[in-house]
Protein backbone atom coordinates (compact mmCIF):
# COMPACT_ATOMS: atom_id res chain seq x y z
CA UNK A 1 0.00 0.00 0.00
CA UNK A 2 1.03 3.04 -1.02
CA UNK A 3 2.17 4.99 2.40
CA UNK A 4 1.93 8.86 0.49
CA UNK A 5 -1.36 10.20 0.86
CA UNK A 6 -2.78 10.83 -2.48
CA UNK A 7 -5.67 13.15 -1.66
CA UNK A 8 -4.61 16.25 -2.19
CA UNK A 9 -5.77 17.93 -5.91
CA UNK A 10 -2.79 18.06 -8.44
CA UNK A 11 -3.33 21.57 -9.87
CA UNK A 12 -0.74 21.86 -12.78
CA UNK A 13 0.32 23.42 -16.35
CA UNK A 14 3.28 22.60 -18.61
CA UNK A 15 4.94 25.91 -20.74
CA UNK A 16 5.87 24.28 -24.11
CA UNK A 17 7.42 25.08 -27.29
CA UNK A 18 5.05 25.76 -30.51
CA UNK A 19 5.66 23.70 -32.79
CA UNK A 20 6.15 24.09 -36.82
CA UNK A 21 4.13 21.93 -38.80
CA UNK A 22 5.28 18.46 -38.51
CA UNK A 23 7.31 18.89 -35.45
CA UNK A 24 5.83 17.79 -32.07
CA UNK A 25 5.91 20.00 -28.39
CA UNK A 26 8.43 20.20 -26.51
CA UNK A 27 7.96 21.17 -22.36
CA UNK A 28 10.07 23.75 -21.47
CA UNK A 29 8.70 24.20 -17.86
CA UNK A 30 6.68 22.06 -15.57
CA UNK A 31 4.62 23.59 -12.40
CA UNK A 32 2.10 22.61 -9.83
CA UNK A 33 0.70 23.11 -6.32
CA UNK A 34 -0.94 20.58 -3.79
CA UNK A 35 -4.26 21.57 -2.83
CA UNK A 36 -6.38 20.27 0.04
CA UNK A 37 -10.00 19.54 -1.13
CA UNK A 38 -11.39 20.89 1.80
CA UNK A 39 -9.99 23.70 2.56
CA UNK A 40 -8.80 24.85 -1.06
CA UNK A 41 -4.98 25.88 0.65
CA UNK A 42 -1.79 25.37 -1.03
CA UNK A 43 0.06 22.75 0.94
CA UNK A 44 3.08 22.23 -1.23
CA UNK A 45 4.21 23.49 -5.00
CA UNK A 46 7.28 22.65 -7.11
CA UNK A 47 8.13 24.40 -10.42
CA UNK A 48 11.32 23.68 -12.86
CA UNK A 49 12.21 24.92 -16.38
CA UNK A 50 13.25 21.88 -18.50
CA UNK A 51 15.79 21.78 -21.39
CA UNK A 52 14.62 19.85 -24.86
CA UNK A 53 16.56 17.64 -26.48
CA UNK A 54 16.43 20.21 -29.16
CA UNK A 55 17.02 23.94 -28.06
CA UNK A 56 16.31 24.61 -32.01
CA UNK A 57 12.47 23.62 -31.00
CA UNK A 58 12.45 26.78 -29.15
CA UNK A 59 11.14 29.45 -31.76
CA UNK A 60 10.31 33.11 -31.84
CA UNK A 61 7.31 32.31 -31.41
CA UNK A 62 7.50 30.31 -28.87
CA UNK A 63 9.24 33.12 -27.03
CA UNK A 64 6.74 35.52 -27.79
CA UNK A 65 4.21 33.15 -26.17
CA UNK A 66 5.93 32.03 -22.77
CA UNK A 67 8.77 34.03 -22.72
CA UNK A 68 11.20 31.17 -22.47
CA UNK A 69 14.39 31.40 -24.55
CA UNK A 70 17.02 29.07 -25.14
CA UNK A 71 19.54 30.72 -22.52
CA UNK A 72 16.75 30.03 -20.23
CA UNK A 73 16.90 26.71 -20.32
CA UNK A 74 20.43 25.97 -21.90
CA UNK A 75 20.74 24.81 -17.79
CA UNK A 76 18.28 22.93 -16.62
CA UNK A 77 16.83 19.55 -16.49
CA UNK A 78 16.20 17.19 -19.04
CA UNK A 79 12.98 16.06 -18.52
CA UNK A 80 14.02 12.73 -17.65
CA UNK A 81 15.52 14.25 -14.89
CA UNK A 82 12.64 15.72 -13.37
CA UNK A 83 10.09 12.73 -14.62
CA UNK A 84 10.60 11.05 -10.88
CA UNK A 85 9.57 13.88 -9.21
CA UNK A 86 6.69 14.92 -11.71
CA UNK A 87 5.57 11.00 -11.91
CA UNK A 88 5.60 11.40 -7.75
CA UNK A 89 3.52 14.57 -8.22
CA UNK A 90 0.66 13.25 -10.37
CA UNK A 91 0.46 9.80 -9.74
CA UNK A 92 -2.45 8.60 -7.92
CA UNK A 93 -4.12 12.02 -7.41
CA UNK A 94 -6.61 14.20 -8.78
CA UNK A 95 -5.58 16.32 -11.55
CA UNK A 96 -6.70 20.22 -11.88
CA UNK A 97 -5.83 22.68 -14.40
CA UNK A 98 -7.27 24.83 -17.27
CA UNK A 99 -7.74 23.18 -20.63
CA UNK A 100 -5.42 20.11 -18.86
CA UNK A 101 -7.41 17.38 -20.68
CA UNK A 102 -6.56 18.47 -24.27
CA UNK A 103 -3.13 20.14 -23.89
CA UNK A 104 -1.57 19.44 -20.63
CA UNK A 105 -2.40 16.16 -20.17
CA UNK A 106 -1.54 14.95 -23.63
CA UNK A 107 1.81 16.63 -23.17
CA UNK A 108 2.91 15.07 -20.03
CA UNK A 109 2.18 11.23 -21.72
CA UNK A 110 4.39 12.37 -24.68
CA UNK A 111 7.11 13.21 -22.47
CA UNK A 112 7.01 10.26 -20.44
CA UNK A 113 6.57 7.93 -24.04
CA UNK A 114 9.88 9.50 -25.41
CA UNK A 115 12.06 8.54 -22.58
CA UNK A 116 10.32 5.13 -22.41
CA UNK A 117 8.77 5.22 -19.53
CA UNK A 118 5.05 4.24 -18.55
CA UNK A 119 2.97 7.82 -17.77
CA UNK A 120 1.74 8.60 -14.19
CA UNK A 121 -1.99 8.26 -13.55
CA UNK A 122 -4.85 10.22 -12.41
CA UNK A 123 -7.64 8.88 -10.19
CA UNK A 124 -9.81 11.65 -11.57
CA UNK A 125 -9.54 15.14 -13.56
CA UNK A 126 -10.98 18.50 -13.47
CA UNK A 127 -10.88 20.43 -16.46
CA UNK A 128 -11.42 24.06 -15.30
CA UNK A 129 -12.10 25.50 -18.86
CA UNK A 130 -15.13 22.86 -19.28
CA UNK A 131 -16.57 22.81 -15.80
CA UNK A 132 -16.31 27.01 -15.56
CA UNK A 133 -17.88 26.87 -18.91
CA UNK A 134 -20.54 24.56 -18.41
CA UNK A 135 -21.31 26.10 -14.79
CA UNK A 136 -20.61 29.58 -14.67
CA UNK A 137 -21.09 30.74 -18.26
CA UNK A 138 -19.43 32.96 -20.71
CA UNK A 139 -19.73 36.05 -19.01
CA UNK A 140 -16.44 36.26 -18.60
CA UNK A 141 -16.31 36.16 -22.35
CA UNK A 142 -13.63 33.99 -24.02
CA UNK A 143 -13.64 31.82 -21.21
CA UNK A 144 -8.99 31.67 -20.88
CA UNK A 145 -7.60 31.81 -17.84
CA UNK A 146 -6.30 35.33 -18.46
CA UNK A 147 -9.76 36.50 -19.35
CA UNK A 148 -10.92 35.14 -16.17
CA UNK A 149 -8.39 36.81 -14.40
CA UNK A 150 -8.82 39.62 -15.88
CA UNK A 151 -12.72 39.48 -15.07
CA UNK A 152 -11.50 39.35 -11.31
CA UNK A 153 -9.43 41.87 -10.98
CA UNK A 154 -6.76 39.15 -10.46
CA UNK A 155 -3.79 40.42 -12.51
CA UNK A 156 -2.41 39.94 -15.91
CA UNK A 157 -1.70 36.19 -16.79
CA UNK A 158 1.97 35.60 -17.11
CA UNK A 159 2.47 32.05 -18.74
CA UNK A 160 4.86 30.64 -16.44
CA UNK A 161 3.31 27.05 -15.27
CA UNK A 162 3.53 27.99 -11.17
CA UNK A 163 1.88 31.47 -11.81
CA UNK A 164 -0.99 30.12 -13.70
CA UNK A 165 -1.45 27.36 -11.44
CA UNK A 166 -2.15 29.47 -8.86
CA UNK A 167 -3.96 32.18 -10.75
CA UNK A 168 -6.02 29.40 -11.75
CA UNK A 169 -7.02 27.88 -8.03
CA UNK A 170 -7.60 31.19 -7.17
CA UNK A 171 -9.91 31.97 -10.35
CA UNK A 172 -12.47 28.71 -9.16
CA UNK A 173 -12.43 30.10 -6.01
CA UNK A 174 -13.91 33.23 -6.83
CA UNK A 175 -16.50 31.65 -9.76
CA UNK A 176 -17.53 29.53 -6.85
CA UNK A 177 -17.96 32.21 -4.76
CA UNK A 178 -19.94 34.10 -7.43
CA UNK A 179 -22.38 30.80 -7.93
CA UNK A 180 -23.09 30.18 -4.26
CA UNK A 181 -24.05 34.03 -3.77
CA UNK A 182 -26.36 33.79 -7.03
CA UNK A 183 -27.78 29.98 -5.59
CA UNK A 184 -28.95 32.17 -2.77
CA UNK A 185 -30.17 34.96 -3.83
CA UNK A 186 -33.82 36.42 -5.28
CA UNK A 187 -33.96 37.00 -8.99
CA UNK A 188 -35.01 40.36 -8.61
CA UNK A 189 -31.18 40.63 -6.68
CA UNK A 190 -29.15 39.11 -9.22
CA UNK A 191 -27.07 41.09 -11.10
CA UNK A 192 -27.90 42.32 -14.34
CA UNK A 193 -25.03 41.23 -16.10
CA UNK A 194 -26.15 37.30 -15.37
CA UNK A 195 -28.84 36.41 -18.15
CA UNK A 196 -32.22 34.70 -17.62
CA UNK A 197 -30.77 31.50 -18.97
CA UNK A 198 -27.97 31.28 -17.15
CA UNK A 199 -29.57 31.80 -13.75
CA UNK A 200 -32.20 29.47 -14.57
CA UNK A 201 -29.73 26.96 -15.58
CA UNK A 202 -27.91 27.64 -12.57
CA UNK A 203 -30.90 26.98 -10.28
CA UNK A 204 -31.77 23.64 -12.50
CA UNK A 205 -28.80 22.51 -11.71
CA UNK A 206 -28.10 23.11 -7.98
CA UNK A 207 -31.85 21.49 -7.94
CA UNK A 208 -31.01 18.88 -9.50
CA UNK A 209 -28.07 17.81 -7.31
CA UNK A 210 -29.78 18.47 -4.45
CA UNK A 211 -32.25 16.01 -5.32
CA UNK A 212 -28.91 13.66 -5.73
CA UNK A 213 -29.26 13.51 -9.52
CA UNK A 214 -26.65 15.04 -11.31
CA UNK A 215 -28.18 16.56 -15.70
CA UNK A 216 -24.53 17.99 -15.85
CA UNK A 217 -23.60 17.54 -19.67
CA UNK A 218 -20.16 16.17 -20.30
CA UNK A 219 -18.96 17.93 -23.39
CA UNK A 220 -17.21 16.78 -25.94
CA UNK A 221 -14.15 18.47 -25.33
CA UNK A 222 -13.12 16.63 -21.91
CA UNK A 223 -12.94 14.03 -20.49
CA UNK A 224 -15.40 13.26 -17.39
CA UNK A 225 -14.22 13.15 -14.42
CA UNK A 226 -14.23 10.95 -11.19
CA UNK A 227 -16.87 11.97 -8.42
CA UNK A 228 -19.26 11.98 -5.37
CA UNK A 229 -22.80 11.69 -6.49
CA UNK A 230 -26.17 12.83 -4.55
CA UNK A 231 -25.15 15.54 -2.47
CA UNK A 232 -27.28 16.88 -0.31
CA UNK A 233 -26.82 20.49 -0.25
CA UNK A 234 -23.98 21.31 -2.68
CA UNK A 235 -20.79 23.71 -1.28
CA UNK A 236 -18.75 25.35 -4.27
CA UNK A 237 -15.61 25.54 -2.04
CA UNK A 238 -15.20 21.37 -2.04
CA UNK A 239 -13.94 20.38 -4.87
CA UNK A 240 -16.01 17.15 -4.68
CA UNK A 241 -18.84 19.37 -5.95
CA UNK A 242 -16.96 20.27 -9.45
CA UNK A 243 -16.04 16.68 -9.79
CA UNK A 244 -18.26 14.20 -12.42
CA UNK A 245 -17.65 10.62 -12.60
CA UNK A 246 -14.73 9.45 -14.84
CA UNK A 247 -14.93 7.63 -17.89
CA UNK A 248 -13.80 3.59 -17.42
CA UNK A 249 -11.02 4.49 -19.83
CA UNK A 250 -8.85 6.68 -18.45
CA UNK A 251 -6.16 6.30 -21.11
CA UNK A 252 -8.10 7.19 -24.15
CA UNK A 253 -6.00 9.23 -25.88
CA UNK A 254 -7.11 12.65 -27.60
CA UNK A 255 -5.51 11.78 -31.37
CA UNK A 256 -7.47 8.12 -31.05
CA UNK A 257 -10.86 10.35 -30.30
CA UNK A 258 -10.15 11.67 -33.50
CA UNK A 259 -9.53 8.39 -35.65
CA UNK A 260 -11.75 7.25 -37.58
CA UNK A 261 -13.94 4.04 -36.70
CA UNK A 262 -12.80 1.43 -38.79
CA UNK A 263 -15.56 -1.01 -40.85
CA UNK A 264 -14.73 -4.53 -41.36
CA UNK A 265 -14.34 -5.38 -44.93
CA UNK A 266 -15.01 -8.49 -46.47
CA UNK A 267 -12.04 -9.52 -48.72
CA UNK A 268 -13.20 -10.36 -52.46
CA UNK A 269 -11.32 -10.43 -56.12
CA UNK A 270 -13.93 -8.89 -58.14
CA UNK A 271 -16.50 -7.03 -56.37
CA UNK A 272 -19.30 -5.73 -59.33
CA UNK A 273 -22.34 -4.14 -58.17
CA UNK A 274 -25.03 -1.40 -60.06
CA UNK A 275 -23.75 2.15 -60.18
CA UNK A 276 -27.21 3.20 -59.95
CA UNK A 277 -28.79 1.78 -56.80
CA UNK A 278 -31.23 4.38 -55.26
CA UNK A 279 -29.81 4.79 -51.54
CA UNK A 280 -26.37 4.25 -52.59
CA UNK A 281 -26.05 2.22 -49.46
CA UNK A 282 -27.04 4.84 -46.80
CA UNK A 283 -25.49 7.63 -48.67
CA UNK A 284 -27.83 10.90 -49.45
CA UNK A 285 -26.52 13.23 -52.39
CA UNK A 286 -26.58 16.90 -51.96
CA UNK A 287 -30.04 16.95 -53.86
CA UNK A 288 -31.87 14.81 -51.86
CA UNK A 289 -30.85 16.27 -48.69
CA UNK A 290 -32.87 19.37 -47.00
CA UNK A 291 -30.80 22.23 -45.18
CA UNK A 292 -33.46 22.56 -42.71
CA UNK A 293 -33.47 18.91 -41.71
CA UNK A 294 -29.40 19.47 -40.74
CA UNK A 295 -28.95 18.82 -37.18
CA UNK A 296 -25.97 18.59 -34.99
CA UNK A 297 -26.30 16.78 -31.82
CA UNK A 298 -24.28 15.38 -28.99
CA UNK A 299 -24.02 11.83 -28.40
CA UNK A 300 -22.46 9.23 -26.19
CA UNK A 301 -18.58 8.04 -27.39
CA UNK A 302 -19.84 4.53 -26.63
CA UNK A 303 -23.44 3.06 -24.74
CA UNK A 304 -23.33 4.07 -21.25
CA UNK A 305 -20.48 6.51 -21.91
CA UNK A 306 -20.79 9.66 -20.43
CA UNK A 307 -18.08 10.85 -22.54
CA UNK A 308 -20.44 13.10 -25.59
CA UNK A 309 -18.95 13.33 -29.28
CA UNK A 310 -20.72 15.45 -32.08
CA UNK A 311 -22.39 13.95 -34.18
CA UNK A 312 -24.33 15.64 -37.91
CA UNK A 313 -27.65 14.14 -38.48
CA UNK A 314 -30.42 14.61 -41.32
CA UNK A 315 -33.72 14.35 -39.76
CA UNK A 316 -34.23 13.13 -36.58
CA UNK A 317 -32.32 10.05 -36.16
CA UNK A 318 -30.34 8.84 -39.57
CA UNK A 319 -26.36 9.70 -39.63
CA UNK A 320 -25.95 12.46 -42.71
CA UNK A 321 -23.36 11.01 -44.91
CA UNK A 322 -22.44 11.89 -48.62
CA UNK A 323 -22.56 10.80 -52.04
CA UNK A 324 -20.80 13.02 -53.86
CA UNK A 325 -20.38 11.89 -57.88
CA UNK A 326 -18.13 13.47 -60.34
CA UNK A 327 -15.64 15.37 -58.47
CA UNK A 328 -12.92 17.17 -59.32
CA UNK A 329 -9.46 16.25 -58.06
CA UNK A 330 -7.53 19.51 -57.88
CA UNK A 331 -4.79 18.67 -55.82
CA UNK A 332 -3.60 15.24 -55.39
CA UNK A 333 -3.08 13.18 -52.11
CA UNK A 334 -1.07 14.73 -48.84
CA UNK A 335 0.68 12.82 -46.30
CA UNK A 336 2.87 15.13 -44.93
CA UNK A 337 1.63 15.13 -41.71
CA UNK A 338 2.52 11.73 -39.14
CA UNK A 339 0.16 10.75 -36.63
CA UNK A 340 0.91 9.63 -32.78
CA UNK A 341 1.68 6.20 -34.53
CA UNK A 342 4.17 7.46 -37.48
CA UNK A 343 1.34 6.50 -40.01
CA UNK A 344 0.97 9.39 -42.45
CA UNK A 345 -2.32 11.10 -42.78
CA UNK A 346 -3.70 11.18 -46.51
CA UNK A 347 -6.13 13.56 -47.76
CA UNK A 348 -7.01 15.03 -51.16
CA UNK A 349 -8.50 18.61 -52.20
CA UNK A 350 -11.39 18.33 -54.47
CA UNK A 351 -13.89 21.16 -56.09
CA UNK A 352 -17.24 21.43 -55.27
CA UNK A 353 -20.24 22.67 -56.88
CA UNK A 354 -22.96 25.35 -56.13
CA UNK A 355 -25.56 22.59 -54.05
CA UNK A 356 -22.94 20.33 -52.13
CA UNK A 357 -21.08 23.78 -50.87
CA UNK A 358 -23.83 25.09 -49.40
CA UNK A 359 -24.68 21.47 -47.87
CA UNK A 360 -21.60 21.49 -46.29
CA UNK A 361 -21.68 25.37 -45.27
CA UNK A 362 -25.20 24.58 -43.32
CA UNK A 363 -22.99 21.46 -41.59
CA UNK A 364 -20.47 23.99 -40.08
CA UNK A 365 -23.17 26.23 -38.95
CA UNK A 366 -24.85 23.65 -37.38
CA UNK A 367 -22.07 21.76 -35.84
CA UNK A 368 -19.95 24.91 -34.48
CA UNK A 369 -23.26 26.25 -33.08
CA UNK A 370 -23.44 22.85 -31.00
CA UNK A 371 -19.57 23.40 -30.42
CA UNK A 372 -19.79 26.65 -28.62
CA UNK A 373 -23.01 26.23 -26.65
CA UNK A 374 -21.59 22.52 -25.24
CA UNK A 375 -18.44 25.04 -23.46
CA UNK A 376 -15.64 25.01 -26.56
CA UNK A 377 -13.71 27.90 -27.06
CA UNK A 378 -11.62 26.01 -29.99
CA UNK A 379 -10.74 28.18 -33.31
CA UNK A 380 -13.28 26.82 -36.08
CA UNK A 381 -11.92 25.73 -38.95
CA UNK A 382 -14.69 25.84 -42.14
CA UNK A 383 -14.89 22.82 -44.41
CA UNK A 384 -15.44 24.69 -47.25
CA UNK A 385 -12.07 26.91 -48.79
CA UNK A 386 -11.56 29.21 -51.36
CA UNK A 387 -8.61 28.51 -53.76
CA UNK A 388 -5.83 31.58 -53.50
CA UNK A 389 -6.03 33.20 -56.54
CA UNK A 390 -9.33 31.91 -57.71
CA UNK A 391 -12.31 33.54 -57.29
CA UNK A 392 -15.71 31.39 -56.67
CA UNK A 393 -14.31 28.19 -56.83
CA UNK A 394 -14.42 26.74 -53.20
CA UNK A 395 -12.90 23.50 -52.34
CA UNK A 396 -12.69 20.90 -49.45
CA UNK A 397 -10.42 18.29 -48.16
CA UNK A 398 -11.48 15.02 -48.15
CA UNK A 399 -9.83 12.51 -45.35
CA UNK A 400 -8.57 9.01 -46.18
CA UNK A 401 -9.30 6.98 -42.85
CA UNK A 402 -6.27 5.32 -41.54
CA UNK A 403 -6.26 1.57 -40.22
CA UNK A 404 -6.80 1.58 -35.87
CA UNK A 405 -5.24 -2.01 -36.25
CA UNK A 406 -3.36 -4.18 -39.06
CA UNK A 407 -0.98 -3.01 -41.09
CA UNK A 408 -0.09 -0.05 -40.30
CA UNK A 409 0.95 0.85 -43.95
CA UNK A 410 -2.86 0.70 -45.69
CA UNK A 411 -5.75 2.58 -45.21
CA UNK A 412 -9.64 1.55 -44.26
CA UNK A 413 -11.33 2.40 -47.74
CA UNK A 414 -11.87 0.49 -50.98
CA UNK A 415 -11.73 2.02 -54.47
CA UNK A 416 -13.89 1.10 -57.34
CA UNK A 417 -13.21 1.21 -60.93
CA UNK A 418 -16.56 3.08 -62.82
CA UNK A 419 -16.95 0.68 -66.09
CA UNK A 420 -16.77 2.52 -69.04
CA UNK A 421 -20.75 2.04 -69.68
CA UNK A 422 -21.14 3.93 -66.28
CA UNK A 423 -23.92 1.25 -65.26
CA UNK A 424 -21.22 -1.07 -63.32
CA UNK A 425 -17.83 -0.72 -60.92
CA UNK A 426 -15.24 -3.00 -60.28
CA UNK A 427 -13.35 -3.73 -56.88
CA UNK A 428 -9.94 -2.74 -57.64
CA UNK A 429 -8.47 -2.24 -54.29
CA UNK A 430 -9.59 -2.82 -50.52
CA UNK A 431 -6.91 -1.51 -47.68
CA UNK A 432 -4.77 0.29 -50.30
CA UNK A 433 -1.03 1.69 -49.66
CA UNK A 434 -0.43 5.25 -49.84
CA UNK A 435 1.93 4.39 -52.91
CA UNK A 436 -1.94 2.67 -54.61
CA UNK A 437 -3.52 6.18 -53.54
CA UNK A 438 -1.24 8.51 -54.92
CA UNK A 439 -1.25 6.39 -58.38
CA UNK A 440 -4.98 6.84 -58.71
CA UNK A 441 -6.13 10.30 -56.76
CA UNK A 442 -4.08 12.67 -58.85
CA UNK A 443 -5.10 16.29 -59.98
CA UNK A 444 -7.59 16.40 -62.47
CA UNK A 445 -8.95 12.83 -61.91
CA UNK A 446 -12.55 12.35 -61.62
CA UNK A 447 -14.02 10.19 -58.74
CA UNK A 448 -17.56 9.31 -56.93
CA UNK A 449 -17.16 9.93 -53.28
CA UNK A 450 -19.07 8.49 -50.56
CA UNK A 451 -18.47 10.38 -47.09
CA UNK A 452 -18.94 10.46 -43.75
CA UNK A 453 -18.81 14.19 -41.78
CA UNK A 454 -16.83 14.05 -38.59
CA UNK A 455 -16.96 17.02 -36.08
CA UNK A 456 -13.87 17.20 -34.16
CA UNK A 457 -11.70 19.31 -31.65
CA UNK A 458 -8.38 19.31 -30.47
CA UNK A 459 -5.74 21.41 -29.52
CA UNK A 460 -7.67 24.37 -29.80
CA UNK A 461 -8.99 24.01 -33.29
CA UNK A 462 -12.40 22.35 -34.21
CA UNK A 463 -14.51 21.55 -37.25
CA UNK A 464 -16.25 19.13 -39.53
CA UNK A 465 -13.96 16.73 -41.22
CA UNK A 466 -14.65 15.32 -44.32
CA UNK A 467 -13.83 11.05 -44.48
CA UNK A 468 -13.93 9.09 -47.30
CA UNK A 469 -15.61 5.57 -47.35
CA UNK A 470 -15.54 4.69 -49.86
CA UNK A 471 -14.19 5.90 -53.93
CA UNK A 472 -15.07 5.22 -57.09
CA UNK A 473 -12.58 6.52 -59.74
CA UNK A 474 -14.31 7.73 -63.48
CA UNK A 475 -12.36 6.08 -66.83
Not at 445 to 469: C, H, I, M, N, T
Request: one cysteine or more; aromatic letters at 6%.
Amino acid sequence: MDPVDRSEIAFFDVETTVPKRGERFAILEFGSILVCPKKLTELRSYTTLVQPADLSLISTLSVRCNGISRNDVVLAPLFSDIADTVYDILHGRIWAGHNILRFDCARIREAFAEIGRQPPEPKGAIDSLALLTQRFGRRAGDMKMATLASYFGLGKQTHRSLDDVRMNLEVLKYCATVLFLESSLPDELLDESVSPSETTSLRRHLRASSSGVDNTVITPFSLPSIGENSVAQPDPFNMSFLRNEMASDNNLQLDTLMEEEEEETQPSDTVVVSANTSDHEGFLSPDAISLSNIRAVLVPFYHGSQLMRLKLLHGNSSPLQLYCSGLKIRFGISGKFLDNSGRRRLNFVVDLNPRLCSILEGCDSNAQKVSVDSGSSSDWNTVVSPVKGFVNCPNARIHIPTEISGDAARYAIEVHQRESGGDTQKLIFSNPSAEELESLLKQGSVVDAFLSLEPYDYQQKAGVRLVAKKLVMHS
